[in-house]
């Protein structure tokens, strides 16, 4: 079974950075797309940037300049550096990856969609 475990966040002020991980855990062969979605209390979740495995990103129009969206797919994790925080980055963010290639306990490769992480909170101060 695939799973998805976020660190990272934490209460930073104002102008300064955080740098978000997402390990995929599970008998992985590869993972397509893997993106980070934020969900600020009484929003709908959003995204904010996502990554194909070959590298090629897309992110939303309010983080353009200030996240950096990575991956590594030796480790099968995703990376999120943020500068230059704003009180409005306040949120929970949630690591999701799409078609996912992994062997089952059967030893059978299948694909699995859509899956996401528990979140963890990034808070910042003014």
């Known amino acids: 079974q695939v799973q998805l475990v976020e660190s990272g966040g934490g209460l930073v002020q104002a102008g300064g950075s955080l740098r978000l991980s997402c390990t995929a855990s599970g008998s992985i062969v590869s993972i397509n797309i893997m993106g980070w979605h934020r969900q600020a209390p009484g929003n709908q979740r959003a995204l904010v940037a996502d990554?194909?495995?070959?590298?090629?990103?897309n992110y939303g129009d309010s983080v353009k300049g200030r996240f950096t969206i990575s991956r590594d797919n030796a480790k099968n994790t995703l990376y999120l550096q943020i500068n230059s925080l704003k009180p409005e980055d306040t949120a929970v963010y949630y690591c999701n990856a799409d078609r996912i290639l992994a062997v089952s306990g059967s030893g059978r490769r299948t694909y699995t969609n859509d899956i996401w992480g528990q979140g963890t909170q990034v808070t910042v101060s003014s």
């Open positions: 990554i194909t495995r070959d590298g090629d990103a």
